[in-house]
Nanobody
Framework: QVRMVESGGGSVQAGGSLRLSCAAS????????ATWFRQTPGKEREGVAS???????TYADSVKGRFTISKDNAKKILYLQMNSLKPEDTAMYYC?????????????????????WGQGAQVTVSS
């Protein structure tokens, strides 16, 4: 069983930066794939970035070069550093984790495979 609690959302002007954190608990968390998703009203949840248990990282094309996913295994904290933010990055951001590896972890479309979710953190970027 994994429990995840997010923090770090907020409002920022375009071009600014924010860092999201997701503190996890549970003995198996460090062996899981951890992923950030985001969702805006009326749209499906989309994958933003994932990190596999071996540290391999995958990014959506829309955030490559601007966002960085990282994980502190000792503290069991997942991060998403977001730089050069754009108004279209405005969304509710969710962290998620589950027993996925390799191609399954890299596939950012696999929303339904995740059983463990944070509560969400709102990110608002104004122009």
């Amino acid at each position: 069983q994994v429990r995840m609690v997010e923090s770090g959302g907020g409002s920022v002007q375009a071009g600014g930066s924010l860092r999201l954190s997701c503190a996890a608990s549970g003995p198996t968390y460090n062996r899981y794939c951890a992923t950030w998703f985001r969702q805006t009203p009326g749209k499906e949840r989309e994958g933003v970035a994932s990190i596999d248990a071996d540290g391999s990282k995958t990014y959506a094309d829309s955030v490559k070069g601007r966002f960085t996913i990282s994980k502190d295994n000792a503290k069991k904290i997942l991060y998403l550093q977001m730089n050069s933010l754009k108004p279209e990055d405005t969304a509710m951001y969710y962290c998620a984790a589950d027993a996925l590896w390799g191609a399954a972890c890299r596939d950012l479309r696999e929303v339904s495979r995740y059983n463990y979710w944070g509560q969400g953190a709102q990110v608002t970027v104004s122009s």
